[in-house]
């Protein structure tokens, strides 16, 4: 099982970027799979998840309404499009994989299984 986000970058403040992330090893739409980040000195924090049930869908508040998780499990990817980014959106960014996600509890590190190794996405004023 392996996880591979791409797609970090410097960029201005209400720039967009979007992220991806490569899964391998399992099949996409049998799992719950969202994203993370993490910025320095800070805990891990949950942005968005989408489950897999794909009519349900999660967001922190921070993001909601500038950030769009999806995914094609075709191809077995995921995204997270940003767009009008802060500086506060600086931060490491994960994807990570459940075998089940629990509604309430979609924003926990330790209710996923599988973690990809992050990209960094930093945001200039």
């Known amino acids: 099982v392996q996880l591979q986000a791409s797609g970090g970058g410097l960029v201005q403040s209400g720039d967009s970027l979007r992220l991806s992330c490569a899964a391998s090893?399992?099949?996409?739409?049998?799992?719950?799979i969202g994203w993370f980040r993490q910025a320095p000195g800070k805990e891990r924090e949950g942005v968005s998840c989408?489950?897999?049930?794909?009519?349900?869908?999660y967001y922190a508040d921070s993001v909601k309404g500038r950030f769009s998780i999806s995914r094609d499990n075709a191809k077995s990817m995921l995204y997270l499009q940003m767009n009008s980014l802060k500086p506060e959106d600086t931060a490491v960014y994960y994807c990570?994989?459940?075998?089940?996600?629990?509604?309430?509890?979609?924003?926990?590190?330790?209710?996923?299984?599988?973690w990809g190794q992050g990209t960094q996405v930093t945001v200039s004023s």
């Open positions: 989408i489950n897999r049930n794909e009519n349900s869908t």
């Open positions: 990570a994989a459940a075998k089940w996600i629990v509604e309430g509890l979609w924003d926990l590190a330790r209710e996923y299984d599988y």
């Open positions: 090893g399992f099949t996409l739409d049998d799992v719950g």
